[in-house]
């Protein structure tokens, strides 16, 4: 029987809950944490809205107001409408970023289920959303490239496309934070006083920057979903005055 000295916090949980692998859970429970961290401000901000608002509510209007900004500039008129997706998804990856910079916690973004699972979210999204807003037939003429007659060469290569856009989000999310992580814990073993902290303020920068690529490429693919096929946009085009 493992003794209970040397079992850190995550492990006494995971068995606590009947988790019979801790190695195999860990990002889950991490996962569990972030999850709370967001909805508890969250709840808390909405629970009584004043028109003078308290710190925590101008956090979340000022958030709210960010991505709209970024959503607009982004995808069109359209785009705030996507913000529940594209906020949720901001948030949560860069709660998982930052997760692994405080003592005693991982980041669940150094694991690549959690990558895989967010690249998913966006991957089924876009197409959901290419559907719904021009219909199954007319989205999927985007695969056949800008003439009909191109078909047989574009649509493998959109195919192929498309199938990479989760595994490049869940790669490169997954590769940027468990190297920043793993550089962390080798030099806090090596030197743990002072010596690491401009290694934290640049993993802090960079937790920013990865959820940026990760949310600006989810919106660069949720506009092009959206865009009518190029003969339909040159049709509908105005003609141009002589």
């Known amino acids: ?7 850190s916090w995550i492990d006494l ?32 901000a909405t629970r009584g809205m004043r028109e003078v608002p308290g710190p925590l509510q101008n956090i979340l209007e000022f958030l709210v107001e960010t ?44 694991n690549l289920n959690t990558t895989v699972a967010c690249a998913l979210v966006v991957f089924f999204s876009t197409h959901i959303i290419g559907i719904r807003e021009q219909g199954l037939l007319r989205y999927l003429r ?10 047989p060469i574009m649509v493998p290569i959109e195919i192929i496309g498309h199938l990479a856009r989760p595994v490049s989000l869940s790669v490169r999310l997954f590769g ?26 640049l993993a802090i920068f960079t937790s920013f920057v990865q959820t940026f690529v990760f949310i600006m490429l ?20 105005p003609e141009r005055k002589e």
């Open 13 to 44: 949980a995971a068995q606590a809950l009947g988790l019979r692998a801790p190695l195999q859970v860990e990002h889950v429970l991490m996962t569990w944490v972030v999850v709370v961290l967001l909805i508890v401000p969250a709840f808390l």
């Open 142 to 151: 985007h695969f056949t490239g800008p003439v009909w007659w191109l078909a």
């Open 176 to 201: 940027n934070i468990f190297g920043e992580d793993t550089v962390l814990l080798i030099l806090l073993s090596l030197v743990p006083f002072l010596i690491p902290l401009p290694m934290m303020l």
């Open 1 to 7: 029987m493992e003794n209970l000295e040397t079992l």
């Open 67 to 110: 991505l709209q900004g970024f959503l607009e500039a982004t995808i069109g008129p359209k785009g705030p409408k996507y913000l529940p997706l594209i906020g949720s998804l901001t948030l949560f990856i860069l709660g998982c970023n930052l997760l692994g910079l405080v003592p005693g916690f991982k980041s669940p973004t150094n």
């Open 218 to 237: 989810s919106m660069i693919y949720i506009a092009g979903a959206g865009e009518p096929h190029p003969e339909e946009a040159l049709a509908t085009a």
